[in-house]
């Protein structure tokens, strides 16, 4: 049977299919309070639902937020919401809805990137995102590591509350801090709700979620948020602090809001699923193996336009190199740039110049935020290193890029 199923861009009167369509292919129960957070964030003119006949069989978003670069702070679609029926896999719905929402981006002109993150790892390279950000997954066995010895006279103190009577706190430390982490999104007031948005029933037993805000002399420094899910064994008390984010502005705050965590009374472990991969702690403490890390992928990046997002960001050295770039989705982004820049901003031109560097714009994507090495890609097998110029160090960053939220 002819497939006559159309793209077009969602109304306000998709919002019960597309939340039905979701649940479904996610095998969960968006309603009540996680439907209405997912509403704050919404932004009906950059979804696109697959109609089949008045049914909605596929659905797409994007959010318009920022996206922290290595020395820049730039404009990225944040993809999002990603589904097709089980009635209607494989016959090339997200390939159709994958397809025309870059090229949406690419003719609106405003955003060099697009970010999300992958529910299956062999998704979206075809698409053109590449691996760009790791995470570590924290299990700490907290009664056995010990951070340094705090100071005598510590220049802050914690103070503990609800996240909503806490929020300028923290959100104003978030802002300030936000320059300069690579691959943070900003957040506005309404990202803030969803952020702190708790649903009773996705707690899974736990308890609510908690703040502690880090004050220093001069104001807030830092903050983290939390829940406990209590449990009891044979051996007494057992529940796991279940970390969600921790936010420092010095390494004072860090040690400070990390002693806490560890210390809370009646619990045996401490988990976190967004450490970042160069996560402070496990320098910190006196038995890192006992934060018992995973490593898992995070963010994927999609250039949209070459030379928008290799001037948009900085470099740690100076680089003069030609990258032959090939991308079979937005052609234009296909051919030889050369890259010229530095700490100080760059220039990227066409040019005829034979290639240092070739590689897919999905490699590309996985190199931007200086998680992913040339040089790693280049040994796998993935971008062919013609010359000895070797962009590695130039595409590095002082910290590797650490996300803060699954959006
Ligand atoms: C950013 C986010 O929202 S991530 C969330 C993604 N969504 C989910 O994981 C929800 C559950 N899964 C789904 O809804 C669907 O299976 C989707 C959206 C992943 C794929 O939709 P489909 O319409 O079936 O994809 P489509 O038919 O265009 O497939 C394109 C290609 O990708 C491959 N592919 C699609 N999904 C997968 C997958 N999960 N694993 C491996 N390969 C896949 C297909 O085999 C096909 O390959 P081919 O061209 O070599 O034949």
């Known amino acids: ?23 479904t292919v996610f095998h969960e129960e968006i309603e009540g309070e996680l439907r209405d ?23 797409v978003q994007a959010f318009s937020r920022d996206l922290t670069v290595p020395g820049a702070v730039i404009p990225a679609a944040h993809v999002s919401g990603v589904g097709v029926l089980p009635t209607h896999r494989r016959r090339g719905l997200l390939t159709r809805m994958m397809h025309r929402q870059l090229h949406e981006i690419a003719d609106a002109g405003r955003e060099a990137v697009a970010v999300l993150w992958a529910s299956e790892t062999s998704i979206y390279p075809r698409f053109g995102y590449g691996p760009a950000a790791s995470r570590l997954s924290l299990n700490i066995m907290n009664r056995e590591v010990r951070l ?32 300069d982490r690579v691959g943070w999104s900003s957040r506005d007031d309404n990202w803030w709700k969803w952020v702190l948005g708790d649903p009773k029933d996705h707690r899974d037993g736990a308890t609510r979620r908690y703040a502690v805000v880090h004050e220093g002399p001069g104001g807030p420094t830092g903050y983290a948020l939390w829940r406990i899910k209590d449990d ?31 210390g809370i ?15 402070p702690l496990l320098y910190m403490v006196d038995e890192p193996r006992r934060l018992g890390a995973g490593y898992v992928d995070a963010l994927w990046l999609r250039v949209i336009d070459v030379p928008g997002a290799l001037t948009a960001r900085r470099y740690a050295t100076d680089v003069d190199v030609v990258l ?3 991308d079979p989705i937005l052609t234009r982004n296909s051919g030889r740039w050369r890259l ?29 935020l200086g998680g992913t090495a040339f040089s790693t890609l280049a040994a796998a097998g ?20 650490s996300p803060t939220e699954v959006f």
């Open 37 to 59: 957070l997912e509403g704050v964030v919404y932004e009906l003119d950059r979804s696109l639902v697959a109609d089949d006949a008045g049914l909605v069989a596929g659905h």
């Open 265 to 279: 009374d009646l619990t045996r472990s401490v988990t976190m699923r967004l450490a970042a991969v160069d996560e």
């Open 382 to 401: 993935r971008v062919r290193q013609a010359t000895g110029n070797d962009p590695t160090v130039a595409f590095r960053w002082n910290r590797l890029p």
């Open 232 to 262: 009891w064994n044979s051996h007494g008390p057992s529940a796991e602090v279940q970390v969600r984010e921790v936010v420092a502005a010095d390494p004072e705050t860090y040690q400070a809001l990390w002693r806490f965590l560890l």
């Open 148 to 179: 340094p010895v705090p100071p005598a006279e510590p220049s802050g103190r914690l103070r503990m509350g609800d996240p909503g009577d806490l929020l300028a706190e923290m959100s104003g430390v978030y802002e300030r801090l936000r320059p």
């Open 1 to 23: 049977m002819k497939d006559e199923t159309q793209l077009r861009p969602s109304t306000g009167d998709d919002f019960a299919a597309i939340f039905g369509l979701l649940s």
């Open 324 to 326: 032959e770039v090939t």
């Open 340 to 368: 010229t820049g530095g700490p100080g901003g760059a220039t990227c031109t066409p040019t005829g110049d034979p290639a240092d560097v070739a590689l897919s714009v999905t490699d590309l994507g996985a190199v931007y």
